[in-house]
Structures are given as C-alpha cells and as structure tokens.
C-alpha cells in the first residue's frame, strides 16, 4: 500500500527544470526516482507536460506536472492497495486517457511509476536489479558505451552525427571496462589538445571539438584508444556511432560535413565507416519516415554491423515488432521516460528477446543523477548500456551503480557477445 505521493520540480544536468517523485509505503519507507529530458526526441515519444509560462524558465517549468502527481495521481495511488507494478502502471495510463500520456505528462507518470517499482522492490526484499528482471532472464553487466565525442543537438560544434562512443567489448568483466573507459577519455583529452582542439564538453559529458568529418571523429578515437595502450576491435575497444539522422535530415536529403546525401550516399558512408573503422553499432543511421533508407542501411550492413532504432521506435512493443516484420533494423534502443512507464518498457524488451532484436538501454541527454537505467540494465540482460561520457556527476552516477551490483553478485556475466 502506498500512503503518499509526492513531487517537487528541480533542475536536470542541463539545468533545465524537471520532476523528481517520491512515494512512501506503509511502513513510512520513501522510494524517490528523478526524471531525465531528451534534446532529439522522436515525434511519437510520450509527451512531457511543460508549463509554457514563459516568466519561469523561458516557458520549461513543470509546476503543472508536479500539481498533476499532488492531486489526481496521488488520489488515485493512495485509494486502494496494489498487487503489483503492472496494475499501478495501466491504472495510471487509464487516468491520463490519452494514447501519448500527455494530459498528466509522460514526465509526472514515469516517475510515479520508477518510484513505485522501487516500491514493490523493497516490498519483495529484492534489489531493483532482481525485481525488474523477468522469471526467463539471466541478468548480466551491460558493456557500457561511453559518448566521448558529442555533436548534433547536443554540441554547438559543426559535428552532424550526434554521438560518437567508445564500447570497451572485449573487457573481462565490466569494472575492467569502466576503467578502459576512464583511460581512453583521459587519452582524447590530450589528443585533443595536442591537435588545438576544444576540451570543451557537449551535454552528455563528452568532448565537442569544432570538427564536422565524421572520418575524423572516427580517427580521434581510434588514436586515443591505441595511445590509451588498448587494442582495437571486438576483442578490445570498439566504436558504437548515435548520428540521430532526424537531426541533419531536411525534405528527402542529409547534410553531413557541408555535403547533401541521399539515403542512399549516407548508407554508403556508413560503409565507408564500417571498413575503416571498428564500428560495432550504428543508432538512428536514418531519419524517421525514411523507410527505404532504413531498409537500405538494414539490408547493406545489418549481418555484420548492430543497426539501432531509438527515434523510429519510442521504445513501443507494437513499434519494434511491425520493424521486425519489415526488416528495419536488428535492435531497440530503451528509454523509459520515452514510453512512459516501467511495464511498457519491459513489454519493450521482452519483444526485443522475443524477435532476436538486441536491445541498448539508454540515459536521456538531460538527466539526474537516478540510476535507475543501471538496474534496468542489468534485470533485462540485453548486455548494452550508454549513459554518456564517463564523467560529469549524472552520467557517472549510472556507471557507479554498475559497479556496486557486479560487486555484490560475482556470478553476472558481463556483456552482449556470447
Ligand atoms: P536525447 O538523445 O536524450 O537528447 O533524445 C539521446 C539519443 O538520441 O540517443
Ligand atoms: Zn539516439
């Protein structure tokens, strides 16, 4: 039973204003979760209730939101005693009554629901980890994926492809990689000053030096991985790329490093990139309504490259199910706050194992320091995590929390290559 629920609007890693929830049980136990923000979000993503009082952070306050979880919310939680998560999460889609959460707000919702899942976990004496896996799944430590080069909409550097990540895949065990990591961004800083390039940080913690040839991103990571003194490939250090195609894509063309490209040259980069780098994952390699081009890049390169839908996919079982069926793409990237619920989020997963899609569970460009995402990824044992640079507090904060889990439980795997 839950006796109160609560929220209050703070500040995200962006400084931009947010929700954090909390919900107390009935031994007075208080269970808090924080709510992360997209920069490039898909058009279908659930939708965020922000004020739009333009005296209050240029319009981005969510007082509303807040109100939205005070009242009717906690009405409804505090009303009657609850079996489980499932029945919280679809008493709280009922209440909203729109298909995109966007009476209550996707951003009051998901943190009630983040909440109550810790919740239940305590009710049932497990870790959130253990709680959130399903009876068929063998948890394990995710390879973490670390956005060391920032561009798009979360840089102001010249850099089309928003995300460039080093994924440590051929570590032993996952605090090996961590450190791997550490060790390769320390190495880029100083390749980035030995070249005259910015240090400067872009949102997710990662360097965002005014360079716009994704060749030449490419190129910087491989040389900090070798200077960092580790190998590159499958058995080492490989490279995970985020382009987020939504972002430089414009009627029915891409403009990449000064260049207009059909769907069809951007595939052709790909592979370009694919040969001459250890590129092991490609993200929103498409923009959204780009069918053929997502099927291109799928046919051309998925056999041997991960081809990842985050913006086509929202995180929506029926989404990720109908691409499987199409051909477009082998793998979902996973957001919680872009569906809107914890369940919906594992029906997300549970299509992914169902269909032989891989799956990345993934932090937002604006977050706290909740590492809920660490737990998540660990429960589904989909073996892939991203959740930023390996600094700055709201992004270490996940990667901290991977390190106490693999601690307490030796027996985890780590990683997605078996
Ligand atoms: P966002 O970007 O959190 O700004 O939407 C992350 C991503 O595209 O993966
Ligand atoms: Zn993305």
């Known amino acids: 039973r839950l006796t109160h629920v609560d929220a209050a609007e703070i500040l995200d890693s962006r400084g931009a204003p947010t929700v954090s929830v ?19 979000t898909g058009s279908r993503e659930a939708v965020e209730v922000r004020d739009g009082d333009l005296d209050r952070f240029g319009g981005r306050g969510v007082t509303t939101a807040v109100r939205n979880v005070q009242t009717e919310i906690r009405d409804l939680l505090t009303s009657r005693e609850w079996s489980d998560l499932q029945q919280v999460d679809r008493a709280l889609c009922r209440l909203d009554g729109t298909p995109n959460k966007s009476r209550l707000g996707a951003n009051a919702i998901v943190g009630v629901s983040m909440a109550a899942a810790r919740a239940f976990a305590r009710d049932a004496s497990v870790p959130l980890y253990r709680f959130l896996s ?19 909409a979360h840089a102001d550097n010249g850099l089309a492809f928003q995300e460039f990540m080093i994924a440590p895949l051929g570590a032993t ?14 190495a880029l800083r100083s390749e980035l000053r030995r070249a005259g390039l910015s240090s400067g940080l872009g949102d997710e913690g990662g360097f965002a030096p005014a360079i716009d040839d994704p060749l030449e991103a490419c190129g910087l990571l491989v040389g900090a991985v070798e200077s ?29 490093a000064g260049q207009r490209l ?33 099927k291109l890049l799928t046919e051309r390169l998925g056999n041997s490259v991960q ?34 619920t914890v369940s919906e989020t594992s029906a997300a997963l549970a299509v992914c194992r169902d269909r032989g899609f ?39 904060s996940k990667y901290n929390r991977l390190l106490e889990i693999a601690a307490s439980e030796p027996s985890f795997g780590y990683g997605c290559l078996s």
């Not at 065990?173 to 320390?186: I, K, Q, T």
């Not at 190998?231 to 009627?251: K, Q, Y």
Request: glycine share 12%; net charge negative.
């Open 307 to 340: 081809i990842v839908g985050d913006d086509i996919f929202v995180t929506d079982a029926e989404t990720i199910a109908a691409a499987a069926d199409a051909g477009v793409a082998n793998a979902a990237l996973i957001k919680v706050n872009q569906i809107g």
């Open 134 to 152: 399903p009876d068929d799944t063998q948890p394990c430590l995710p390879v973490p994926h670390f956005n060391v080069l920032n561009g798009g």
């Open 228 to 256: 960092a003194g580790l190998s590159v490939g499958r058995d080492g250090v490989c490279i995970a790329i985020d382009p987020a195609a939504n972002g430089f894509h414009d009627g029915d063309t891409y403009e990449v």
């Open 173 to 186: 065990d996952y605090s090996e990689g961590l450190r791997w990591g550490a060790e390769v961004y320390a």
């Open 262 to 294: 059909s769907s069809s040259d951007l595939v052709d980069l790909y592979a370009d990139l694919v040969d001459a780098f250890p590129i092991w994952s490609i993200e929103d390699g498409c923009a959204e309504g780009d069918d053929d081009g997502w």
């Open 22 to 40: 909390s919900v107390t049980d009935g031994s007075g136990r208080r269970f808090v979760a924080g709510v992360p923000a997209g920069a490039s």
């Open 358 to 396: 891989a799956a990345m569970i993934s932090h937002r460009s604006g977050e706290t320091p909740d590492a809920f995402i660490a737990d998540l990824a660990v429960a589904s044992g989909c073996g892939q995590l991203k959740s930023g640079a390996p600094a700055r507090g709201e992004r270490v």
